[in-house]
């Protein structure tokens, strides 16, 4: 089984700062990888898939990189509306299968 | 644009069978191209994927709830069904059902239902 892990489990950053989120799989995912970003009491929210591709209406601050067991999610400058829990997601094209990282919460500095 | 809604009991006692629906608009599940997908969230903790399914009625399980789950399709209705059975107090948790993107990232979700177990 493919455990993923995020680092750090808190990061506090400044408004108008660079944020570096970090996942690891125990093994190669290859470029199976998605991001989602959860805010109190919603759903997530998909950010990236496919370790690089960002979803539909994301903005462009949001980039992800990385391949077989080492990820970035990157925001480029935190906005307000960027503080929230970030999940990273490893999925198996076939057979199915998914697992989530256990979250990177980021909070105003 | 599509939407997705839970619906089911929000208390369920321990070792009954939890029952919810996903209806599902904008799209329709039966034009095929995506699967559609369960997720739960425990109080506090983090996303764990309960399983997918596609139109046709083919399933996927998460290995660790394989055993007590089924996930089905209605294609008439435009919804799909989750049913998980002997619950116990560590299911409860607000469960969402999302569209699953090229085989890997869910999107849209709906907005989850807490599912609370409780005697």
């Known amino acids: 089984e493919i455990v993923m892990t995020q680092s750090p489990a808190t990061l506090s950053v400044s408004p108008g700062e660079r944020a570096t989120l970090s996942c690891r799989a125990s093994q190669s995912v290859s470029s199976n990888l998605a991001w989602y970003q959860q805010k109190p009491g919603q759903a997530p929210r998909l950010l990236i898939y496919?370790?690089?591709t960002r979803a539909t209406d994301i903005p462009a601050r949001f980039s992800g990189s990385g391949s077989g067991t080492d990820f970035t999610l990157t925001i480029s400058s935190l906005q307000s509306e960027d503080f929230a829990v970030y999940y990273c997601?490893?999925?198996?094209?076939?057979?199915?299968?998914?697992?989530f990282g256990p979250g990177t919460k980021v909070d105003i500095k | 644009q599509v939407r997705l809604q839970e619906s089911g009991p929000g208390l369920v006692k321990p070792s009954q069978t939890l029952s919810l629906t996903c209806s599902v608009s904008?799209?329709?599940?039966?034009?095929?191209?995506?699967?559609w997908t369960w997720i739960r969230q425990k109080p506090g903790k983090g996303l764990e994927w309960i399983g997918y399914?596609?139109?046709?009625?083919?399933?996927y399980y998460n290995p660790s709830l394989k055993s007590r789950l089924t996930i089905s399709v209605d294609t008439s209705k435009n919804q799909f069904s989750l049913k998980l059975s002997s619950i116990t107090a560590a299911d409860t948790a607000v469960y969402y059902c999302a569209r699953v993107i090229a085989m890997g990232g869910f999107d849209p979700w709906g907005q989850g239902t807490l599912v609370t177990v409780s005697s």
């Open positions: 904008g799209i329709k599940i039966s034009s095929g191209g995506y699967y």
């Open positions: 997601q490893k999925y198996n094209k076939w057979p199915p299968g998914v697992t």
């Open positions: 496919d370790a690089s």
């Open positions: 399914i596609y139109y046709s009625g083919s399933t």
